[in-house]
């Protein structure tokens, strides 16, 4: 986590320890949760690249935001 913030990247990740992390410590500063539950490597791949854009524009304003299979949660 420490070099995602130094560099100010975001964690990506399908485990909600860092949600914890998140709310209470602030750490990572930016996280996307990918809360899909079981998808093919080609579905979660189409899933971002189909996102990625409103993905972006989220993180101008949010630093913790959560990408299902049908929606983009800001929180």
């Known amino acids: 986590m420490r ?8 964690v990506v990740t ?13 750490r ?3 996280l996307l949760l990918v809360s899909t539950g079981n998808i093919r490597n080609d579905d979660l791949v189409k899933l971002f690249v189909a996102n990625v854009d409103r993905l972006v524009v989220e993180f101008e304003a949010s630093r913790f935001v ?8 800001v929180h």
């Open 66 to 73: 959560e990408l299902s299979r049908d929606a983009i949660v």
């Open 28 to 30: 990572p500063r930016a």
């Open 3 to 10: 070099v995602a913030d130094d560099q100010d990247r975001a």
């Open 14 to 26: 399908k485990d909600r320890e860092f949600v914890d992390s998140h709310v209470l410590s602030g």
